[in-house]
Structure formats: C-alpha cells, structure tokens
C-alpha cells in the first residue's frame, strides 16, 4: 500500500510541472517577421534615372542592384565596389531620417558628445557610434549592433505604422502581421499581403500612411494658443 502510494505521488509531481508550463507556452506571441531593408529609392543604381517597367535586378556576390537597362546592370558587374559604395550611401541617408537611437549602440554615450557621430552599414544597416574607438567593437559584433538598431526602430514606430494593410486597403485590426524590413516597419492584414508587398515594394510604399495624429519622430508637442491665438 505505501509502495501504490508512493508511485502516484511521483507521478503526480511527474505530471504538475508540465501543467505549469503549458499557460506560459500558450500565452507566448510570434515574433514580429523579419526582412532584409527595402531597396533605398526607385532610381537606377547607375544613371540615378527613375525606374520603368522593364527594370533589371541583378545580384553581385549577394547584393541586390536596379537598373533602368541590361547595359546599366553589366556596368555593376563589371564595378561591383563602386556602386556597393553608392547603394551603402543610398541606404544610410534612407534610414538616417527616422534614426532611432539618440546615444552610442556600443557606449551609449550621447551622440554628437563627442564629435560628428561615426556612421557605419552594418548587416545592411545604420548603426551610430559616439567616436572612432567604439568602431573596432561595434564591427566585431556586427549582428548584435544591427539588432539593437532594429529593436528600437521597432518600439519607437509603435504609434506611427501604418494602420491599414497597404495591399489590401482594409483598416487593420488587432490582430495584424508585422514586418520589419530592415528599419521600417510595416503592417498587413494577413501574410498574403505581406508576401505581394516584398514581391514589389515601390508599387505599395506610396500607400504608407502614418497613423493618424501620431507626432513625427523628434517632433515637439504643438502648444495650444491662447489668448485668442495671439
């Protein structure tokens, strides 16, 4: 009889624990999705011409290039480091705009403290450092910089995503898919819309708009006029 009694409280403490996780495993929420950044403009890499239609992508030693034609696209074969350095230019002063880090991602010192921040690409994007010492240690963790820029571009743009789905035109709901291309996040109302934005992003971005009444980034609060506006 002890021996009955002993196995069932073994089995019962067997069995509690693994009660105990399943509301935590249950109450866990997916990871915002994400994605490489989205290409900088709309313009040939080359010529800076808009891009048509018949617009050529191609791929060198796995960065992506669009040119206005096939002889543009030969042109970044044929100089791959020239242009990679102009898509890099390109790709910093797109993301520099809605920068969300005010300090060092390696010293956390105040940016401009000491100087002109150091601004280097790393895993495709813009990471500010306070000065040249904290260079050696951000690029020899290239993905943990990258990662806390992307982490706080995502809380800061918490109140000014999109709040309907740029495909499909519908106002989007609380349950939403959240991307993150790069920097920039965007939201849909389902993967399928998710899926056809990545496939051609310069057909949507224009349906980008901001939630509405959300200040802008660095904005100051509009005060409110007294005295009759005066």
């Known amino acids: 009889m002890i021996r009955m009694i002993s196995v069932c409280a073994a089995l019962l403490c067997a069995v509690l624990p693994a009660?105990?996780?399943k509301p935590a495993e249950q109450a866990q929420t997916p990871a915002v999705v994400q994605k490489p950044a989205l290409y900088p403009d709309n313009l040939c890499i080359v010529s800076d011409e808009p891009l048509e239609a018949d617009a050529v992508t191609v791929t060198v030693e796995g960065e992506t290039f669009?040119?206005?034609c096939k002889k543009c696209a030969a042109k970044v074969e044929?100089?791959?480091a020239?242009?990679?350095a102009k898509l890099a230019e390109k790709q910093k002063a797109a993301q520099l705009a809605?920068?969300?880090l005010k300090t060092c991602a390696v010293s956390k010192e105040e940016l401009g403290s000491m100087g002109e921040p150091v601004q280097l690409m790393l895993e495709g994007t813009l990471v500010q450092l306070c000065c040249k010492s904290c260079t050696k240690k951000a690029m020899a963790k290239p993905a943990e910089m990258a990662q806390k820029v992307k982490d706080a571009a995502y809380a800061a743009q918490q109140k000014t995503a999109n709040t309907t789905c740029p495909v499909g035109g519908e106002k989007l709901?609380?349950?939403?898919?959240?991307v993150m291309f790069g920097t920039k996040l965007v939201r849909f109302c389902c993967e399928k819309c998710a899926a056809k934005?990545?496939?051609?992003?310069?057909?949507?971005?224009?349906?980008l708009a901001p939630?509405?009444?959300a200040p802008l980034p660095d904005e100051p609060a509009k005060e409110e006029k007294k005295d009759g506006g005066k």
Do not use: I, L
């Open 211 to 213: 939630a509405k009444d």
């Open 66 to 68: 669009k040119a206005c």
């Open 197 to 207: 934005f990545e496939q051609d992003p310069a057909k949507y971005e224009g349906k």
């Open 78 to 80: 044929k100089d791959h």
């Open 98 to 100: 809605n920068y969300p």
């Open 19 to 21: 009660q105990d996780k």
């Open 173 to 178: 709901e609380d349950k939403v898919v959240e």
């Open 82 to 84: 020239k242009y990679s």
